[in-house]
């Protein structure tokens, strides 16, 4: 279970990103109905996040106070590779900087790298972010999604400890 109960703050536009708890199921669940018309997740997808040991699930949260964005990365139950498993802004708060706000929020939290993500073949705006924030494309999953889309694997590697950029 995450422990991280910290929050920030973007001064300069009232955005704050939280650790999200199971009372913001529903809302998540609303929110990735917006943000992934063909692939939301379920509620028991999204519960299986919160009971995971090893997930960090952030909340991204607008200044009127509506959930704006999601993510959750980690070790899916402790085991095997780090994954940012979602990721997601509200398309009214799209191409602000907040998706690679919450990215480096994600990355924050992750001690040990590297990172793994799979994204649609098609989906050129999170592959231009990942590719802006040092993640490259290792494999292909041929018709990984049900539609018969390919699915990019990009993975990035974290600084050794004590290295800073
Ligand atoms: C992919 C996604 C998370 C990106 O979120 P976002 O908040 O729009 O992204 P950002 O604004 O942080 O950055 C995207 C790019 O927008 C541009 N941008 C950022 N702020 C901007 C602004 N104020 N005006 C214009 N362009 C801007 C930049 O090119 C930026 O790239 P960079 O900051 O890495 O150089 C979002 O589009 C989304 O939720 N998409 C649907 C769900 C999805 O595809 N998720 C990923 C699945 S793998």
């Given at each position: 279970?995450?422990?991280?109960?910290?929050?920030?703050?973007?001064?300069?536009?009232?955005?704050?990103?939280?650790?999200?708890t199971l009372f913001d199921l529903l809302a998540i669940r609303w929110l990735e109905k917006q943000v992934f018309p063909h692939d939301a997740y379920g509620l028991i997808e999204i519960l299986v996040l919160f009971v995971s040991p090893g997930m960090h699930n952030l909340k991204l949260i607008a200044p009127d106070g509506a959930l704006a964005g999601f993510a959750a990365a980690g070790k899916l139950f402790g085991l095997g590779?780090?994954?940012?498993?979602?990721?997601?802004?509200?398309?009214?708060?799209?191409?602000?900087?907040l998706g690679r706000w919450l990215l480096a929020e994600c990355?924050?939290?992750?001690?040990?790298?590297?990172?793994?993500?799979?994204?649609?073949?098609?989906?050129?705006?999170?592959?231009?972010?990942?590719?802006?924030?040092?993640?490259?494309?290792?494999?292909?999953?041929?018709?990984?999604?049900?539609?018969?889309?390919?699915?990019?694997?990009?993975?990035?590697d974290l600084d050794p400890p004590g290295i800073q950029r």
């Open positions: 279970m995450t422990v991280d109960t910290g929050s920030r703050v973007n001064a300069n536009a009232g955005y704050g990103i939280r650790r999200a590779r780090t994954w940012i498993v979602t990721i997601g802004i509200h398309p009214d708060h799209q191409r602000r900087g990355e924050a939290r992750i001690t040990t790298g590297p990172i793994y993500l799979t994204v649609r073949r098609s989906n050129a705006r999170a592959q231009d972010l990942y590719l802006r924030n040092g993640y490259r494309e290792f494999h292909v999953r041929r018709g990984y999604y049900p539609n018969g889309e390919d699915g990019i694997e990009m993975r990035k």
